[in-house]
């Protein structure tokens, strides 16, 4: 699908993209209550599955229902939809969860700015005009130095390397991060579909995937009703059901890496609702870290309005 570049598309793919960040950003928040009463890979298995619930009872009902399996094309929908379910939903949530049993939920919200560092060579051997220019080159290394800093910022700066536990959780976000710029290109490359219809193939195979391995590992949630149920509720519901809805939509609106833009607002938000309801303290590395990331995704962006621009013909000579 031709991204939709007119102004009134514009203006609709930033109001999708700013509600996906404010969305996104509260999501930390949502995962820190949760984690009150349940295990992270039961978590991660009952956010999906409650959202898969939802999204299958509106595309039944309203909607077209899920892909269908007669043709080849139709078979592809769900191995893309496969694709969607791990990458998007099980792998990233599960190792999200539980890293911040460890990180804090900024640390979490600021490894998510990674996400379209790893959309750029994606999206160059991938999709159809994404190619890496000399500038977005420069921004990816920037970028990449952000990365660096942020897990090993402890070491960098302070001569005092993390435990290995933190390490590892800290990795385990910026894995979460590189999971999601895979899970974006799968849709972005998935054949013409509704988008409700592909979103709840994608969170039903993730339900049916996290399940079995939730049971088997954590065994059945003995939870009590309150603060870990809100959390969950929070998460079913908005940053995964109706999330998923406006990020294949916005994808299939304007290509991956216009919805990697959300990267730049997400941190922003989990650090300031992390810092105001959770009274978290960040690191001034993790600033610093955000900073640089941010600075090589404003490098990458500009040169892909500069592709673009030289990519719009000219007019001939002597005509205006």
């Known amino acids: 699908m031709t991204p939709n570049t007119s102004s009134s598309g514009m203006v609709?793919?930033?109001l999708i993209l700013?509600?996906?960040?404010?969305i996104w950003g509260a999501s930390f928040l949502g995962v820190e209550l949760a984690l009150t009463g349940f295990g992270p890979i039961t978590l991660a298995a009952g956010r999906v599955s409650a959202a898969a619930l939802i999204l299958l009872v509106i595309t039944l009902v309203y909607g077209d229902g899920l892909p269908r399996f007669q043709t080849a094309t139709d078979r592809r929908i769900w191995l893309h939809s496969l694709g969607m379910a791990l990458f998007t939903n099980a792998i990233p949530f599960c190792l999200l969860s539980w890293g911040q049993q460890v990180v804090t939920s900024g640390f979490a919200g600021i490894s998510m700015a990674v996400v379209p560092l790893f959309v750029l060579p994606?999206?160059?051997?991938?999709?159809p005009g994404e190619l890496m220019s000399r500038i977005k080159v420069i921004g990816f290394m920037f970028g990449f130095a952000g990365v660096v800093l942020l897990i090993g910022g402890d070491k960098i700066l302070a001569s005092a390397a993390p435990s290995p536990l933190m390490f590892t959780a800290q990795l385990a976000c910026v894995t979460a991060s590189s999971c999601y710029a895979i899970g974006s290109i799968i849709t972005r490359l998935c054949p013409p579909v509704s988008a409700l219809s592909f979103a709840a193939a994608g969170l039903t195979l993730g339900g049916i995937i996290l399940i079995p391995v939730a049971l088997l590992i954590e065994g059945v949630p003995n939870a009590s009703f309150g603060t870990a149920f809100v959390g969950l509720a929070y998460l079913a519901v908005f940053p995964t059901a109706i999330a998923t809805i406006l990020l294949t939509i916005l994808v299939r609106r304007a290509g991956p890496p216009f919805l990697s833009l959300v990267n730049y607002q997400v941190p922003v938000w989990a650090v300031v609702i992390g810092a105001l309801v959770l009274d978290e303290a960040l690191p001034g590395h993790f600033l610093m870290a955000l900073a640089v990331i941010l600075t090589g995704l404003f490098i990458a962006q500009l040169g892909r309005r500069r592709v673009i621009a030289e990519?719009?013909?000219?007019?001939?000579?002597?005509?205006v």
Request: hydrophobic share 50%.
């Open 122 to 127: 994606l999206s160059h051997f991938l999709v």
């Open 18 to 22: 700013i509600t996906l960040g404010v």
């Open 311 to 319: 990519s719009i013909p000219k007019p001939p000579a002597g005509k």
């Open 12 to 14: 609709i793919n930033w």
